[in-house]
């Protein structure tokens, strides 16, 4: 990531490997793992994001019935932050 780079930032992949290795946040396997059953739906993508100084992975959700959800996860402690449909 640049310098100056702002404070709501898509994850390089560069930094997000940097920050799983120096222990800084989980990785994506281990999210998923720890998030198995807690979710409204089946993971249809997902991104990290630098925002407000912490790392917060997005996952897009379907469902069964074909609904949309967005679920933000804190990627430092595996916490669910918000669920919303979308």
Request: no cysteine.
């Amino acid at each position: 990531m640049p310098a100056a780079a702002g404070d709501h930032d898509k994850g390089a992949p560069d930094a997000v490997r940097r920050a799983v290795e120096a222990g800084e946040i989980k990785s994506l396997a281990d999210i998923l793992a720890s998030l198995r059953g807690k979710l409204p739906g089946e993971v249809a993508g997902v991104e990290i994001e630098r925002e407000h100084g912490r790392w917060i992975y997005e996952f897009r959700l379907v469902d069964d019935k074909g609904r949309l959800y967005e679920a933000h996860v804190d990627a430092r402690s595996g916490e669910i932050e918000r669920i919303k449909e979308k």
